[in-house]
């Protein structure tokens, strides 16, 4: 199972890599400051970008701190992370093929590790997050941005089901509750949390994992029918003849003691 | 002064086992490895790298 859905993931990001690079959400300048200015850094930093998919994060960190490792599970990201570094002048982020639940370091290194809009993609969320607290130093923190579902378990389900359908290899949308006792459980302890959201249209957001036309028209049809009673927690709506809606995010950052 | 290339050589270990790895450079310019490999012996498994990038994916991950 836990192969299988990396496996799927691989396929997913190799194939729409392009169009992962173009979204608006991951490369928001306002958003990568956000999360760039919690983390407070001194510019001596060692930073393991986890997911680092095309780079945005890392990019962002990468004149604040001494160095950037991106690791990712599809190739087809990294080129994609390492021409976008090399047009911008950065020379201190690198890059390498690799699993969240196996990291290839031996000791604590980083002083900061992150992972921006991939945690729901991980199968293995509590191994996951115990392997990037097992390579911080003590005093390093972690920190997780995602989309976070609805506090509301139907409204959480419902939203669930629809990512399903669009992206065979999102696993879940957590709550921002349930986020934050994952990270506990890994022996972190939350010392700071944003929370954002980002509008997305949902024929572009559709487009962008192209799923089968099949899934398209049933998520078609339950965002449609979530818009009465907000049983999707994603405040569905329409506005100038489209179909929009919210996705809730948090930043967490967690200190590892 | 050592490049981050030359420190992620350094720190590198085997994502399984976590041992050292052993590197085979074959081909490399003044700034970078940029084809190789990795050797575990603990698990006697190979770690290529291509393109200069390392790919550190456990075996079973990898296609």
Redesign the interface.
């Known amino acids: 199972m836990n192969t299988y859905s990396k496996k799927v993931a691989v396929e997913q990001f190799g194939r729409r890599s392009n169009a992962y690079a173009a979204c608006g959400t991951l490369m928001d300048q306002t958003d990568l400051d956000t999360v760039v200015g919690l983390l407070d850094l001194k510019g001596d930093e060692n930073v393991l970008d986890v997911a680092t998919g095309t780079g945005y994060l890392a990019m962002a960190l990468a004149p604040h701190v001494k160095w950037v490792i991106g690791i990712d599970i599809t190739p087809r990201m990294l080129e994609l992370a390492i021409l976008a570094a090399r047009e911008g002048g950065l020379d201190n982020i690198e890059n390498l093929v690799g699993d969240v639940e196996h990291l290839p370091f031996c000791e604590p290194e980083f002083d900061v590790v992150s992972a921006r809009f991939s945690f729901h993609h991980f199968p293995a969320p509590l191994e996951s997050l115990s392997e990037m607290a097992r390579v911080l130093r003590p005093g390093g923190r972690l920190v997780i941005e995602d989309m976070v579902s609805s506090e509301d378990a139907a409204k959480s389900e419902y939203q669930n089901i629809m990512e399903n359908l669009r992206d065979p290899s999102h696993i879940k949308h957590y709550r921002a509750s349930e986020l934050e006792h994952m990270m506990r459980e890994a022996g972190l302890e939350v010392v700071c949390r944003a929370g954002g959201g980002s509008d997305f249209d949902l024929e572009h957001w559709l487009e962008m994992a192209d799923p089968p036309a099949g899934n398209m028209e049933r998520i078609r049809k339950m965002m449609r029918a979530s818009m009465e009673g907000d049983l999707s927690g994603l405040n569905v709506r329409v506005e100038e003849g489209r179909v929009v809606f919210t996705y809730a995010t948090a930043i967490v950052v967690a200190r590892k003691g | 002064m050592k490049t981050?290339?030359h420190?992620?050589m350094e720190?590198?270990?085997?994502?399984?086992c976590?041992?050292?790895l052993v590197l085979t450079v074959d081909e490399e310019n003044d700034k970078e490895i940029i084809s190789g490999s990795l050797f575990c012996d603990k698990c006697n498994e190979h770690?290529p790298i291509e393109d200069?990038?390392?790919?550190?994916?456990?075996p079973?991950?990898r296609e």
């Open positions: 981050v290339k420190e992620l720190i590198l270990c085997c994502p399984m976590k041992s050292d770690y200069g990038i390392p790919n550190m994916l456990p079973d991950l």
